[in-house]
Each structure stands twice: as structure tokens, then as C-alpha cells.
């Protein structure tokens, strides 16, 4: 289903990058860089009221012709975002907030890990092989 | 007949053949073997690296057999990896025969693995008739040979590449060992461990060969829990006669080969020594460590903090940054196979597992163990023993044995006395329980009178031990001797931790319902002697215990060298528990002395320390004083030589 997914720190560097090998990354890499730049907008947009009160799902991001984006942030301000091929029409919004319920799940599994230092690249098979089974669902 | 299967092979053969079996496979060998003499020349080129005088079937023929199994080519390929005839490049009897038992597992859906040998199995359909089989067998063998030479040669290059590795050392063992060696699972390492040939060198050639099978064990963790249970049972028996089926020091092999998971399961000594580091962190058996406990420990054992990470998460099953005991057994054992050179697993060995744990070590024991102890206990003081209780689950982080800060948590170290009271006496001790008890020993009983003259104040039973805290003040309300009151401060300070009760006040005054402790009382204060000896020396231990656990394998040695020594204090210590069961407190004061005692051992250690480095010191000194007067030398000498050149 998903394409890309990544995961990006708080100081927007990556922290978990992953996209199905088939096209060139580079691609997803950059689209993955451009939509940090509506992540934030959003945060601000919504950050003006309690950080309580925002929500993490972000939603669609932007679209572009072959693909959506999807976001969706933690409280600590790590980033999740995820990309999604358009043509898979079926795939619902509910679907895209479990996939990322999922993802948060699988990243506070990451960091219970006390060898794991926060801002250290995730090298988590635990984490790898979920991230592997939310991109191949589809196939 | 396993003999024949066995070939030269010294070990003890790792395959069990029925006899129906071991006559198809001889046959079918006899078949390829002897269509490979008839057949001309496509056999693989390794063929002619034979050993003189084994008996090889050839490439093509079997390559054919194979195929006719009609199993898809990546598990024929697979087969032959884990039989070994790609690592030795030929169809030795033993390759053959393994191959044989891989296909007819994977014939039965049975996952393609060295345990699936173990079990029974049919035996291997070949899709073509028997006769068939004949008939091509018979058939120029070159077509055949020719196609299948194909798919060989990358195998063959792969074949070649391990056999410059491996030769060197299979050649000195006998060809056939090489199947042993080769299945990439945990056991055949113990072969290869034991053997110590190039130890490194092998392992990387195992690790390239780990993929393969490791993808094929991930997706059937279900079946393969189930076959490697068919076939464990079996070997159970064994293992039940035998004493250690984890060496750690690489002894052992040939049982080992017997059970698969056999590296991946923890024995008795391994899981009381995991135990006892347990309770050095963390004294309550049934509580957590915390995560960043338990990574200050596991960093002392030097792995990379990559591996350490996985092992966390493998061994951390709910995933909740703590580990309970059997997680940190778990845990620990995983990063002792590391240590010695085990890759690690995929995923979690099912004996790893915590329930698993928990059920074959039953931690439930102790549990159990505490609540005998409390039976026990029980005629002795019956309501004491539930003001215990609560004070055990409101106290559950005491952090350091030797010092019970008093009161309430020496209520927890009493439930810890009791559970691991119990347990040196059955087993054999390793030396943390026995300085530990030895240790706790004396500060439960005295915390346990303690708290249960307090409760009995409560309680009102208005015997002698609602008088202790009166009696200060008697004597201050006497004043009038001033000898009393001397009498009375210094104890004061030396009971030190604020207790009510002045030591010299104390023998008279027994457990209230008891006036049997009285006359143990004597014997309490000679037996807390001789602990009070062990627990001297047992500090010291307890040093050694806070250097890393870097070094398993000799702890695991220490813990049976000291096993003898912990006897004997195992012996006092039991005998110290029955009588501390029932507990005056004269041992307020022991505790106290015991303080004094291990503070002043931990003084001597460090002064021993101190001289040790000082003459270090000195001797870096002196070797730094030779050093300049050289250098000074040789100066001079440039200086001296210097005047001829200049002129």
C-alpha cells in the first residue's frame, strides 16, 4: 500500500526512511523533504491552540498526480509521513490512521529500548519488519 | 546401519535412519553413485576432488533424483545447501543421505531444516516411478549431466570459494563430518567450536549460509515449534541423563547435536547464576529492571550496542522498556551465546520464551518458597506475618542487601531472606545467594523481631516486648545512675539505626510467644559468628560481582569453584536460618557490627588497592627516572659527535 514511509525527528533529519525498492528512492526521498514543509504549516496553523487540543494525524498532506502524502505527528514532534499510490483508490482514510497508529506503536516499542538513544538512526528489525508488511500488504 | 551412515564420521552419527530408510537411500545412492562411474565425464569438476576411496554420487544423477521429488527448485536448492554438498562440492553417502531426509520433509511440509531430519519421516516420493528413475539414471547421463550443469555453476563457483575456506580445515577431518558442519544452525557451531579449527574462518562461512535458512525459519515459527518438539522429545531422554546440555566452554558436542535448540536453552547452573545477577540489580524475583539498569549491566558485557539493542528487543517480549526475570534470563543468556560466538536468532528460540521460562524454571517456586517460608514462620508469629506481607508489597525497591535501612525495609528483606533461606538448602549455591543470605540472613530474623515485638506493642500483648521502649526512659527515669546511662549510650550508637531497644536490653527479651528462642538465642549468636565470618569474605565477593559480566564464562567457573566454599556457609547459613526462623534479636546488634564489619572490609580492600597502585606508581617512576638518565646519555653522545661533523 504505502509506498514510502519515513520517519523524521524532530529536527526534521531523518531518523527511518524505507520505500519499496521498485522506482528510484530518490524520488520519495524528495517528496518526503518537500511535504516537511506542510507538515509544519500545519503544526503552526494548529499549534496556536493547546498542544492538547492538536491532533496527531495530519491527514493528506498534498497530492500530486501519482501519489498522496499523508502526515501525522507525535508529541514530541516526530514526524511520520507517508506515501501512498493514488491509484489505490480503496484505501480509506481509517485505513491510513491505523497504518499510523501502527507506525507510532512500532516507534515507542523503538524507544522503550534503552539502548536505543533518541536521535540515533532506527535500526530495529522489530520496526523494519512491520514497515515491511505495511508496504507489501497490497501486493 | 547408522555406522554405514555414519561413514568416517567420528562424532557420533547425527542421523537417525530407519531401516527401511537407510535401504532406500543406500539404494538410491548405489543408483546415482554407480551412473555416475558408468556416466561419462559432466560430472562437476569438483567430483575429481574427491577423496579417493568415498564414494560420490555425481552431480547429474542426483541433481535428477532431485528434481524428480518435484519440489520447487529454491527448496531443492536449499536442500543441497544444508546437506553440505555444495559446501565439500560433492555427494559424499552422509550429503546424500541428509539430502534424502531434507526432501522428504520437505515432501511432508515439513520446513527445510537440520531438525526436520531428526524426526521420523516417509520416505521421499520421486515424482518419476522408481523404475523410471532407473531408466534415466541409465540414460546417457551427459544430456542430463549437461542441463543440470547449468544451475550448478554458480553453485559451483559458491562450492569453490568454500572449499578454499573449508578445506583447510575439513581436510583433517574426515569428509563426512562435514555435514555436521555445514546445516548453519546453532549445533553444528558446537562441532565446529569444539574442534577449534579456525574458529572465525568458519564462522563466516556458516554466517554467509545463514540467510537461507533463517528466511525459511521466519515465516514457520509455528510449524517449527511443533517439529522441533516431535524431535526434542525424543532426544529429552537423553538430555534428561545428561548433566549439561549448555557448555558455554565448548565441551559436549556430541549431545548437543541432538536437539536443535539445545544452545538456545538454558540449564540449571546457567539459570540460578542469571538468577543471582537478577538479584544483585533488582532483590525482588518478581519485580522489574528497569531499562536503564539493565543497560548499565548488559554494557558491561562489551557487545556492541547494535547487538545489545536487538538482544533488548528480542528478550523484552511486551515491550515495555523493564524486564521481568524471565525476560532477563532470557536476556542474558542471549548475550552469553553471543559472547561464544552464536549468531543471533531471528527471533526469540522458543526456549527463550518467558512463558516458556516460567514454566520450565518455575519461578512460581520461589514464590512458593516465600509462602512457605511464611507457613513456617507462621506458628511463630502468626499477625506479625501479615503486617509482613503488607510490608513486603509496599516496599519493593530495596536497593542493597547488606544495609537494611531498618524498619519497613528490612520488611522486605525478610521475604527475601525466607525465599532464598529456602532454596541454598535443597540446591547448590552459587556464591552471591549464599553471601547474600548470609548477609540477609541476619537482617531479616532481627527485622522480623523487630517488627514483631512493634506489632505485639500494637497488639498488646502485654509481655516483655511492649517494655523495650519504656525502658529508656526508665532509665532515664532513674537518672540517678549515671553508670546505667553510660551503659546504655554506647550500645545506642552501636544498634545505629535508631532502634528503640538498647542492645544489652535485648537478650533478655525473646520472641513474646516463644520461650524456645531463648535458648536458641544462645546458639543464634555463635552461629551468627560463623556467617558473620562468611559474610566477611562474602563482600569481597560481591565486589568481584560488580565488575562486568563481561566475563560469563569465567563466572560461570567461579560460581563452581565458590559452589564448594558456599557449601560449607550454606551449611551454616541453614542452620542459621532454622534457628533464625523463630528469631530473637540479639542480632540488632550483630547487624550493626556487621555494618562495621563490612565497612571495614571495604576499608582494608581499598588500602590493599591503594598499595597495589602506589607501587605502581613507584615502579613507573623509577622506569621513567631510567628512561630521562638515557636519554641524557645519548645526548651527550650526540653532543660529543656533533663537533667532529661540524667540522
Known amino acids: 500500500m504505502a509506498v514510502c514511509i519515513a520517519v523524521i525527528a524532530k529536527e526534521n533529519y531523518p531518523l527511518y526512511i524505507r520505500s519499496t525498492p521498485t522506482e528510484n528512492e530518490l524520488k520519495f526521498h524528495y517528496m518526503v523533504h518537500t511535504s516537511l514543509d506542510v507538515v509544519d504549516e500545519k503544526i503552526s496553523a494548529m499549534g496556536k491552540a493547546l498542544v492538547d487540543q492538536r491532533e496527531l494525524y495530519l491527514g493528506l498532506l498534498y497530492p500530486t498526480e501519482d501519489y498522496k502524502v499523508y502526515g501525522y505527528v507525535t508529541n514530541s514532534k516526530v514526524k511520520f509521513v507517508m506515501v501512498v499510490d493514488s491509484s489505490n483508490t480503496a484505501l480509506r482514510d481509517n485505513e491510513i490512521r491505523s497504518m499510523f497508529r501502527k507506525l507510532h506503536n512500532s516507534y515507542t516499542d523503538v524507544m522503550c529500548n534503552p539502548f536505543y538513544n533518541p536521535g540515533d538512526r532506527i535500526q530495529s528489525r522489530a520496526f523494519d519488519n512491520m514497515v515491511t508488511s505495511m508496504m507489501i500488504q497490497v501486493c | ?346 527471533g526469540l528460540p522458543p526456549t527463550l520464551q518467558p512463558e516458556y521460562l516460567q514454566a520450565a524454571f518455575p519461578k512460581s517456586k520461589w514464590e512458593c518458597t516465600i509462602f512457605d517460608s511464611y507457613s513456617e514462620s507462621m506458628p511463630a508469629n502468626q499477625q506479625p506475618c501479615d503486617l509482613n506481607r503488607m510490608e513486603k508489597t509496599s516496599v519493593k525497591d530495596m536497593a542493597d542487601f547488606p544495609v537494611p535501612t531498618q524498619d519497613v525495609t528490612t520488611g522486605d528483606d525478610k521475604q527475601a531472606l525466607n525465599s532464598t533461606a529456602n532454596e541454598p538448602s535443597p540446591k547448590d549455591v552459587a556464591e552471591d545467594t549464599a553471601s547474600k543470605d548470609c548477609n540477609s540472613l541476619k537482617a531479616r530474623p532481627r527485622s522480623r523481631s523487630y517488627s514483631s515485638t512493634s506489632i505485639e506493642e500494637t497488639m498488646k500483648r502485654g509481655e516483655n516486648p511492649p517494655t523495650p521502649p519504656p525502658r529508656p526512659q526508665k532509665t532515664h527515669s532513674r537518672a540517678s545512675s549515671l553508670d546505667l546511662n553510660k551503659v546504655f549510650q554506647p550500645s545506642v550508637p552501636a544498634a545505629n539505626s535508631g532502634l528503640l531497644p538498647p542492645p544489652p536490653a535485648l537478650p533478655p527479651r525473646p520472641c513474646p510467644t516463644q520461650s524456645e528462642p531463648v535458648s536458641e538465642a544462645d546458639l543464634h549468636p555463635q552461629l551468627n559468628r560463623a556467617p558473620s565470618q562468611a559474610a566477611e569474605s562474602s563482600p569481597k565477593k560481591d565486589a568481584p560481582h560488580a565488575q562486568p559480566p563481561s566475563k560469563p564464562i569465567r563466572r560461570k567457573f567461579r560460581p563452581e569453584n565458590q559452589t564448594m566454599e558456599s557449601q560449607e556457609s550454606a551449611a551454616a547459613v541453614g542452620g542459621a536460618a532454622s534457628a533464625a526462623m523463630v528469631k530473637p534479636h540479639p542480632t540488632v546488634q550483630k547487624q550493626s557490627s556487621k555494618q562495621k564489619k563490612a565497612i571495614q572490609t571495604a576499608i582494608r580492600k581499598n588500602k590493599e588497592a591503594n598499595a597495589v597502585l602506589a607501587r605502581l606508581n613507584s615502579e613507573l617512576q623509577q622506569q621513567l627516572k631510567e628512561v630521562h638518565q638515557e636519554r641524557i646519555a645519548l645526548e651527550n653522545q650526540l653532543e660529543q659527535l656533533r663537533p667532529v661533523t661540524v667540522l
Not at chain 2, 516431535?230 to 541432538?258: C, M, T, W, Y
Open chain 2, 1 to 346: 546401519m547408522e555406522v554405514a551412515a555414519g561413514g568416517g564420521c567420528g562424532a557420533g552419527p547425527p542421523l537417525l535412519l530407519s531401516d527401511s530408510e537407510q535401504q532406500c537411500y543406500s539404494e538410491l545412492f548405489a543408483r546415482c553413485a554407480g551412473a555416475s562411474s558408468g556416466g561419462p565425464g559432466p560430472g562437476p569438476p569438483e567430483a575429481t576432488r574427491v577423496a579417493p576411496g568415498t564414494a560420490t554420487a555425481a552431480a547429474g544423477p542426483v541433481a535428477d533424483l532431485f528434481r524428480a521429488s518435484q519440489l520447487p527448485p529454491e527448496t531443492l536448492h536449499q536442500i543441497t545447501e544444508l546437506c553440505g554438498a555444495k559446501r565439500v562440492g560433492y555427494f559424499g553417502p552422509t550429503q546424500f543421505y541428509i539430502a534424502l531426509k531434507l526432501i522428504a520433509a520437505a515432501q511432508s511440509g515439513l520446513p527445510v531444516r537440520t531438525e526436520s531430519i531428526k524426526c521420523e519421516l516417509p520416505l521421499p516420493r520421486f515424482g518419476m516411478a522408481k523404475s523410471d528413475g532407473e531408466m534415466r539414471f541409465g540414460n546417457p547421463a551427459e544430456l542430463h549431466g549437461k542441463k543440470v550443469q547449468i544451475p550448478y555453476l554458480p553453485t559451483e563457483k559458491n562450492s569453490l570459494k568454500r572449499m578454499d575456506d573449508e578445506d583447510k580445515q575439513q581436510e583433517s577431518q574426515s569428509p563426512t563430518m562435514s555435514p555436521l558442519a555445514s546445516p548453519p544452525s546453532s549445533p553444528p557451531h558446537y562441532q565446529r567450536v569444539s574442534l577449534s579449527h579456525g574458529y572465525s574462518k568458519l564462522r563466516s562461512g556458516t554466517e554467509q549460509m545463514h540467510p537461507a535458512p533463517y528466511e525459511t525459519r521466519q515465516p514457520i515459527g509455528q510449524p517449527e515449534g511443533s517439529s522441533s518438539e516431535g524431535p526434542g522429545v525424543k532426544p529429552l531422554h537423553r538430555q534428561a541423563s545428561l548433566i549439561r546440555s549448555f557448555s558455554v566452554e565448548r565441551e559436549l558436542q556430541d549431545n548437543n547435536s541432538n536437539y536443535p535448540d539445545e544452545p538456545w536453552r538454558i540449564t540449571e547452573e546457567q539459570r540460578e547464576y542469571y538468577v543471582n545477577q537478577f538479584r544483585s540489580l533488582q532483590p525482588d524475583p518478581s519485580s522489574f529492571i528497569s531499562g536503564s539498569v539493565a543497560k548499565n549491566f548488559f554494557t558491561k558485557s562489551k557487545l556492541s550496542i547494535p547487538e545489545l539493542s536487538y538482544i533488548w528487543e528480542l528478550s523484552d517480549a511486551d515491550c515495555d522498556g523493564a524486564l521481568t526475570l524471565p525476560e532477563f534470563c532470557a536476556a542474558f543468556h542471549l548475550i552469553v551465546a553471543r559472547k561464544n560466538g552464536y549468531p543471533l536468532p531471528e
